[in-house]
């Protein structure tokens, strides 16, 4: 049990860090409303990853796929690399927050969004 608890550590410390880099990195880049939206993002997956940490196998897939769209966010470069948008992220993370019944993690909560498949969760292939 005491290992299953430090890979669970392991695993939540790594997500984490990983959302706290790829904020440091945006800061750098990004001002106004687009770095307020990138804060909120990583402050909603930094609470999703903590309060999933005890959860299903499944509840923690969901929030490693939305830490990892919000990390793998590329800026156009040519046709080849894809542009993700910080506003695809918050669609990822309000998503699985939903899912999650965690409607207080919500990036932005007064926002209306169009209405999701809330039935299918989210997988790997968000990440293409």
Known sequence: MAAEQRTVARGTDVLIRKVDSHLATLRAGLHGPELELAERLARCLRELVLC????????????????????????????????????????????????LGRPDLLAEPRRDHPALDEAQPLNSALLR
Do not use: K, M, P, W
């Not at 990892?68 to 998503?95: I, K, M, N, P, W």
């Open 52 to 99: 999933t940490a005890q959860a299903s196998a499944a509840d923690r897939g969901q929030v490693r796929v939305a830490v990892h769209y919000f990390v793998l966010r590329r800026e156009s470069r040519g046709r080849l690399l894809s542009v993700r948008s910080l506003t695809a992220a918050e669609r990822v993370v309000d998503r699985v927050a939903r899912q």
